[in-house]
Structures are given as structure tokens and as C-alpha cells.
């Protein structure tokens, strides 16, 4: 007997159904969404951190500045002691650099030298604001200045 049918070798389906391809779309959109939320992320921490960064780099330098132009100082004029205020003077050993004026003036600290122009301390990337100076000086003891201020990042 002979057999007449034929096998078709191309018969078989190539492709995919349409529960596949939902399926293969919706997995890969997963993780397009996961990829893009990790590197949303990351870059949000790294904003934060320049941000923490460049707070805490102007606080210290002017902080670091008075600090020494304080311990180099031969009297302090104001505040009196025991008292606070928004301006700190000294006297210093230079003649020409007297009064030595430590101030806050548009969201800066600055530093005033005898009669020379004022000069800021801080740049514009950050707000300087309640420069508070307490004069916690005894009788017959060197200066003791407490300086505090509060450093905001401009957005």
C-alpha cells in the first residue's frame, strides 16, 4: 500500500501567542521601571550628599576663620562681656586690620578690617542666618567668644 500523505516540515507554528508576548512586555516593562527607580534614586542620594557637603565645607571654613582670627586677638571690643549680638569687634595686633568686625549682611558671614571693605566668608550657594556672638569672657581671663549660626543650601 502507499501512502500518499505528506508530512509538512513547516507546518509546525513559529511565533508567539499573545499570552506570551503580553507576558515577555510586561516583565521587561518591570524592569525598565526597577532600572529607572534605582537610578532615580542614586541620583537623588548624590544631590543629598553635595547638598550635606557644601553646608557643612562653608560652615567649617568661616567657623575655622573666626576661630583663628578670635584666638589672635588682643581684646574684644563687643559684645560686652556676658552679653550676645549679631556683630562681633576685635582688637587685634595689627593697627591697620583695628576693628576686626565679623557680621552677617545679605545671608553671608564677612569679615570687616579696620577701614577696608567688607569681605564674605561664605558664598552664595548658602544662607547665613541667626549669627548669634555671646561674649562668655571672665574677669581677668582671655576672651571666651560662643559663636552659633545656622547654614541653609540655596535649591
Known sequence: MINNSK?????TTRGFTLIE???YISLSAIVLLVI?????????????????ATVDQEG????????????????INSPATSTESSILS????NPTNNPTIFDS??????????ANAPVALTSNRVIISNLI??????PNTPGNIDISYTVTHIH
Open 7 to 11: 508530512k509538512n516540515i513547516f507546518s
Open 21 to 23: 508576548l503580553l507576558l
Open 36 to 52: 529607572s527607580l534605582f537610578f532615580i534614586t542614586l541620583l537623588e542620594s548624590r544631590v543629598k550628599n553635595q547638598t550635606v
Open 60 to 75: 567649617d571654613q568661616a567657623m575655622v576663620l573666626m576661630t583663628q582670627t578670635i584666638r589672635n586677638a588682643v581684646a
Open 90 to 93: 576685635l582688637t587685634t595686633e
Open 105 to 114: 549682611a545679605s545671608g553671608t558671614i564677612r569679615m570687616t578690617e579696620g
Open 133 to 138: 556672638f555671646r561674649n562668655l569672657s571672665r
